[in-house]
């Protein structure tokens, strides 16, 4: 008796509730479909901009591995032109320096001892060029890896831009319908 009771006030409840239910008015279902078309137009706005950043992105990020590029080819050419004239002098320096038993005068010391000097400067400028091609080549290989980041961001922006304007207009169609 009480499950049949439990039941008739069940149905009644529901019933009642079924009722307070207001169908939504013209006006608020115009409303909806205004937020509605709003919020499809901010997806569509927010896919072209970042696609827009993207390709910037991907413009600063090609621009940056070609500076990258440039300066690793200089490095690589001061280091080689330094690792030569370093072998050049050095082996010069030696050579002099052995015919220093060969001396007789004065004068042949001091210009041994000057031509010494010259092929030590000489020397050590080919060591400062190896050191300055060495930094232009880190400098060039961070600059490539900053640009292939920036490319991949740039790229990865571009993908999820179009993905919203695409899923925008497929919202706006199914809206229209």
Not at 19 to 41: D, H
Not at 43 to 70: C, I, N, Y
Not at 141 to 147: D, I, L, N, T
Not at 154 to 174: F, M, S
């Amino acid at each position: 008796m009480k499950t049949i009771a439990t039941m008739i006030l069940l149905t009644g409840l529901v019933s009642l509730t079924g009722c307070a239910t207001k169908a939504p008015t013209f006006g608020e279902r115009i409303l909806a479909e205004g937020e509605s078309q709003i919020a499809i137009s901010k997806m569509w706005e927010q896919g072209k901009k970042d696609t827009r950043e993207g390709e910037d992105l991907l413009k600063e990020g090609k621009k940056l591995v070609a500076k990258g590029k440039d300066y690793s080819r200089k490095g690589e050419k001061l280091f080689a032109n330094g690792n030569t004239d370093l072998q050049v002098n050095r082996q010069a320096f030696k050579t002099l320096a052995l015919s220093a038993n060969n001396l007789n005068t004065s004068k042949a010391a001091n210009d041994m001892v000057s031509r010494l000097e010259k092929l030590a400067e000489a020397w050590e400028e080919a060591e400062e060029e190896i050191e300055e091609g060495n930094e232009l080549i880190k400098r060039g290989k961070s600059a490539q890896e900053e640009g292939e980041s920036a490319i991949k961001k740039g790229q990865q922006l571009i993908t999820d831009g179009k993905n919203k304007i695409v899923e925008a207009e497929e919202r706006y169609k199914q809206n229209s319908k």
